[in-house]
């Protein structure tokens, strides 16, 4: 029997490869080369399933390219705001996506930015590097106690509920969040999380700020001049959601004119070309969209995919179907 084709468009953990080649027709890119829409285009054409990341754009245009064979999208990666769903849906083409398996690596990518920002650790590493450290002083490079401070979670999914585990069990953190709906009783119990009614609440109590809300057009923006403008000066904003969740020009602004105290991002608006006057500022450390990147989450996304490819193929429902 054929074989069901596949295309795969970046470089997947040599393991997971490994098997895709066993099990299917598949075309991987070994060269890792970030591909045109046109490609993607010309991927819909010609195999059965596309399995795009969290980098590669598919909007409508390219979805509704005639004449496509593409029956799947299974995506690797949790967040799906680079596909356009509505488009999938009315061209019947399945998508999945892989959640569950990079919520404890995320988490602590969030932990790693929140500490850096309160601790001042990117700076530091750059003061030792530029031969720029003069020895140790009383007063040198003081910052903020990460220890028995307040969390404020926006969203409050398996990753946020990960993060406030690590805070609170861990670090002595006060927990508040923000979701449309409560949280599970055990967990908030667990946690000792007080629920705020709003946004603005938790933004406003926080000694850091962590956002853990889908991207996408109804969270575009939603930390804007006037939410920033809320955060207590001595404040942190951590970013491992989606970039477009962040006015960028407004952080740029609060941080530069010290409105907040820091920020630690991973992810960005028009990822991978960074605003470049955040690199201009001490006050921010900036981390490449490392949120999942160990080998074994990678590893285990990875099967997440194989796993919904392979029930597609034998007819039965995927198990992270999104439409
Ligand atoms: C995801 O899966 O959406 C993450 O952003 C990838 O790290």
Redesign the pocket.
């Known amino acids: 029997m054929r074989k069901p084709k596949v295309f795969i468009t970046r470089k997947w953990p040599a393991s997971v490869e490994a098997t895709l080649t066993a099990l299917y027709d598949v075309t991987l890119n070994e060269m890792d080369r970030p591909l045109t829409a046109d490609e993607f285009k010309t991927a819909l054409q010609e195999y059965d399933a596309v399995c795009p990341?969290?980098c590669d754009t598919f909007p409508a245009d390219v979805i509704n390219v005639t004449n496509k064979r593409c029956k799947i999208l299974g995506?690797?990666?949790?967040?799906?705001n680079h596909i356009d769903i509505n488009a999938a849906k009315q061209q019947g083409i399945i998508v999945t996506?892989?959640p569950g398996v990079?919520t404890e690596s995320?988490a602590d990518i969030a932990m790693t930015l929140l500490l850096m920002s309160a601790r001042r650790g990117a700076e530091g590493d750059r003061i030792v590097r530029a031969q720029q450290w003069h020895g140790w002083c009383p007063t040198h490079m003081l910052s903020t106690d990460v220890t028995g401070a307040t969390l404020g979670l926006i969203g409050f999914g398996r990753i946020a509920q990960a993060m406030a585990r690590k805070a609170h069990h861990g670090f002595g953190m006060h927990i508040l969040y923000y979701n449309p709906s409560p949280a599970n009783a055990d967990t908030v119990a667990n946690l000792n999380a007080v629920r705020c009614d709003s946004v603005d609440e938790v933004i406003s109590r926080a000694d850091f700020v962590s956002l853990h809300c889908p991207g996408g057009a109804e969270t575009k923006h939603l930390i804007n001049a006037a939410r920033l403008n809320l955060m207590k000066p001595s404040a942190h904003l951590i970013n491992?959601a989606?970039g477009d969740v962040v006015d960028s020009q407004a952080l740029i602004d609060a941080l530069r004119n010290k409105q907040i105290a820091g920020a630690g991002l991973d992810?960005y608006e028009n990822e991978p070309d960074i605003h470049a006057d955040f690199l201009k500022l001490d006050n921010v450390t900036l981390l490449p969209?490392?949120?999942?990147?160990t080998l074994n989450t990678r590893t285990a996304?990875g099967e997440k995919v194989l796993a919904n490819l392979a029930a597609f193929f034998n007819g039965k429902e995927p198990m992270d179907r999104i439409v």
């Open positions: 990341t969290v995506n690797f990666g949790v967040g799906y996506n892989t990079l995320t491992t989606r992810v969209h490392l949120g999942s990147a996304m």
